[in-house]
Each structure stands twice: as C-alpha cells, then as structure tokens.
C-alpha cells in the first residue's frame, strides 16, 4: 500500500486478503469446536483432554515467556556503550525505565487479553493482541486487546512478519462515535440511526516510509474514512506458532493433534453409549401374544407376564470390548497431551529432584520451545515492548528509547529466556571452581571481578548491585629526551 489511498481500495484489498484466508476457517472452527467450544455446542463433546491440555500450554507460555507480576524484560546500553564512561549512567536511567514500563505492564489488563491471544495461539497457530494508549486517568498508560482470529485479515511483508493486518469489526452508531470521535459522519446517518443497526467497520495498519500507516473505513454503498494516521510501532502486533514455507497463517499443536481429538472424542461417545447399554441393556421379547413391549416397566418388584413355554425377556450381550477401547482412548489421550506438551511443561512434584535434575528439564523445555520461542520473540515480544515504550515516551513517563542496538538493546528474562543463562553460568562456574583448585599460577589467569560482571550480565542481574567501573585516564607519554643539565 501506499501512504494516499483511497478507502474503496483498503476494502478491495481486505477482500483478496480474506479470500486467501477462507482455506483455513474450516480447519479453525473444527479446532475451536473440539478443544474450546462455544456454549451450543459443548453438549457434542465427550471427552475434554485436549482442552485441559490447550488450557495449560496457554497458561505456561504465559508463566514461562510473560509471567504477570514479574520481570521477564529489561533493557540495557549496547555493548558498545557499556564499556564508555557514560555506560554506568546510562544502565542506571536504562534500568529506571524498565521498572516504570513493567509498572505499566502490571498496572495495565495485559496478563488478562495475553492469555486470550495465547490461546488462539495454541488452537489455531496464529494470534493477533492490538496495543494502545489508554485514556488519560486510567490506572495504566497502556490498554490490550485480544483480537480474534477469526475478524482479523493478514499479509506477510518482505521480511517475513506480518506487518499488514486488517480488523474486521460491526459496531452501532454509538460504539462508532465513541471510538472515532472526531469522524465526520453524515447528519442523516446519525439521526436517523435506530440505535439497534451495525456497521461494518475495517480498520487497516500497513508499513510505510515513514512507520505504520493506519486506516479505518466505514463500509456501505460509498466507503468512507473514520480515522487515518501514522505511528512510529504498529499498534497490532500478529504472531505464530509456527509456518510452513508459502504460508502466511501458522500451524499450531492442537492442528496437529486434530486427527486424534477427533477420534478420542469419537471413542468417549462409543464408550459412552456402551456403558448405558451395559447398564440398561437391551432384551429379546418372544411374540407370544401375551407380552406387550409397550407396557413393560423394568423396575424394582415389577411382574412381568409371559406365555407359557416361552423364554419371557432375555438378555442381549452387548458386542463391545471395554479393555479394547479402553487401551486405545489412553493411547490417543496420551498423543494429545505429547502434543500439547502437557506432560513435558508441567514440573513433576518430586522432592527427590536434584539441581542437576532441574537444570536438565529446564534444558528440555527450552529445546522443545526453542524455534517457537525465538518466533515468539522477534514476532510478539519485541514489537510489544517496543510499542509501549513509544506510548509511554509520548505521555512523558519515560525517555525515548530507540532499541535498535547501537544505543539500547532488550534483554529477556523471563523463566524460559533465563534457562540458556543458567546453563551458562553453571559451565563457568565449574570452570572457576577447577581453577581454584589448581591454584598458583592458574587462578591468576582469571579476573575475579571481570567473571562477577560476566556472571551479572548472564543472569540477569540489576546494574544496580554492581560497583560503577573506574574511568579509565589517558596515559601519559613519556619524555622523549632527558632536560639539559644545569
């Protein structure tokens, strides 16, 4: 797109984005239908693994990648100015407006939409969270939204991100004003609104030159512009699970478990209906002329009449093996929650652990989440913070801060990112203890504080706890010739 466009183009362009969309909508509802159904629809699902096991992936990469009410972010000066005397000051005013954006993030209902976008992330491989200023007054600067994938429309860019998104939305007359305050709408379209009709309303975000460009339309018989601007971060931020080469959407665990939600679902209703018929069962009535199938009540002390020399009721055996399906439904529980990673997340409560125990599962997850984690992180974490501190800086809570490396970088703390640190660190830590017990000369070859810093730098420590390194002055150059004597 480019920056003067016209609305019937954004819409025209919304459309052939939803048509390249309309191959995975089926495969989504099918998702959401077995592992988070709406409330109509539950009454035809039997058994609820794959939605206990979708709850708690959704759950832990929220604990594991943005823990609420914890660090799991932090900025720091660039390598480069680290190592100047202006690093201390600058690590120092760097770290102040960490503590001020997680105040925002705390303060702000992110833990709360960040679970919603997790959760589409895990059924349908893709999530889309919106990220705004809020109203001056608010408890927090920074308002989220969890938007459904199903109302938005996506284009991958050059780089491979997802940096063009449409937002499909209908809203009544009041909601429209509400939010676009200062659209200018025609009089008869206002006064002669009933209150109880909707609008189609299209809201575009796409690169330009300059940042983001960003759009709203209001569709009818002639399009028209509600809001149109430019921001430095885009406000929608759209991620994946993973993708395939070609693709645009991603692919998450629950499409990849689908076949067996599918069938365990399948197996529970099997089982289900053989167990009323184990418990009931079904019987054989001779037509003798003096039973009546439609009179008979088996209940406690009841009398049934029968011919003479005939059988009266017998029973039917049911045809159903319970140990056979029974075998198979925990086979196909057991693939689900692999794939989920129910059983490879959760932390096993065993008191006889080790450190090393420990240290190894961290170790394990961190490789199974490792590509998504780094996907994760160039698609969600990144842009996010980035556009809250463009928001924060424009309401004067903290300076502008560009991370683009040269100046800051962002560095990651959270539960999962600390895992490579910790590893690390335990690798240098045995390399120093076996220094230490060589002595004499090997212990010299180590800079004891040069390790401290290393060590703060790896784990994640505050630059506070540090003692501020020396300036370092220019040495003198000697005299080149020695004075006269006198």
Aim: net charge negative; hydrophobic share 45%.
């Amino acid at each position: 797109m480019t920056q003067a466009i016209s609305p019937g183009e954004i819409l025209a362009r919304q459309a052939r984005a939803l048509d390249r969309r309309r191959p995975h909508e089926s495969s989504w509802r099918d998702a959401y239908d077995h592992v988070l159904p709406r409330h109509d629809l539950q009454a035809s699902l039997y058994d609820a693994t794959a939605a206990d096991a979708a709850e708690q992936l959704a759950a832990s990469l929220l604990a594991e990648l943005t823990p609420p009410w914890s660090r799991w972010f932090g900025l720091a000066p660039a390598d480069a100015m680290a190592e100047t005397e202006a690093g201390p000051a600058m690590a120092f005013a760097l770290e102040g407006t960490t503590r001020i954006l997680q105040t925002a993030f705390d303060r702000s209902n992110f833990a709360i939409e960040m679970h919603q976008a997790f959760l589409d992330l895990v059924i349908t491989g893709t999530g889309v969270i919106m990220v705004e200023e809020a109203p001056l007054g608010e408890a927090s600067a920074l308002r989220f939204t969890a938007i459904p994938i199903m109302s938005a429309v996506l284009e991958e860019g050059p780089s491979g991100r997802l940096t063009t998104i449409f937002r499909e939305t209908r809203q009544d007359m009041a909601e429209i004003l509400r939010r676009f305050p200062f659209a200018e709408l025609p009089e008869a379209m206002v006064k002669h609104d009933g209150g109880g009709q909707t609008y189609r309303v299209v809201e575009a975000v796409w690169p330009d030159s300059n940042g983001t460009r960003y759009a709203a339309v209001l569709d009818g018989d002639t399009p028209m512009l509600l809001a149109q601007g430019g921001f430095a971060e885009s406000p929608f931020i759209a991620f994946r699970w993973l993708k395939a080469p070609g693709e645009i959407y991603g692919r998450g665990p629950v499409g990849k478990a689908l076949p067996d939600i599918r069938t365990a679902n399948r197996v529970v209703e099997l089982v289900l209906k053989n167990a009323s018929i184990a418990c009931t069962g079904i019987w054989l009535a001779e037509d003798d002329g003096v039973l009546n199938p439609a009179t008979i009540e088996l209940i406690p002390g009841a009398i049934i009449p029968k011919a003479p020399g005939s059988a009266g009721l017998t029973p039917l055996a049911a045809p159903g093996n319970f140990d056979v399906s029974q075998l198979v439904l925990n086979d196909l529980r057991a693939r689900i929650r692999s794939a989920l990673l129910a059983d490879r997340l959760n932390t096993p409560q065993d008191a006889r652990m080790t450190a090393t125990e420990v240290l190894e599962r961290s170790a394990q997850t961190a490789r199974l989440l490792g590509a998504t984690y780094g996907r994760l992180q160039t698609e969600l974490l990144t842009p996010m913070i980035a556009r809250s501190l463009a928001i924060l800086a424009r309401r004067g809570e903290v300076p502008p801060v560009l991370l683009d490396g040269h100046g800051a970088r962002l560095r990651y703390e959270s539960p999962l990112a600390r895992v490579q640190g910790r590893a690390d660190a335990a690798n240098t830590l045995l390399f120093l203890d076996a220094v230490a017990k060589i002595g004499g000369a090997a212990a010299a070859q180590v800079d004891a504080a040069a390790a401290t810093r290393w060590l703060a730098h790896t784990l994640g420590a505050p630059a506070e706890v540090l003692v501020p390194l020396a300036p370092t002055s220019a040495p003198t150059s000697a005299p080149t010739s020695a004075p006269a004597a006198a």
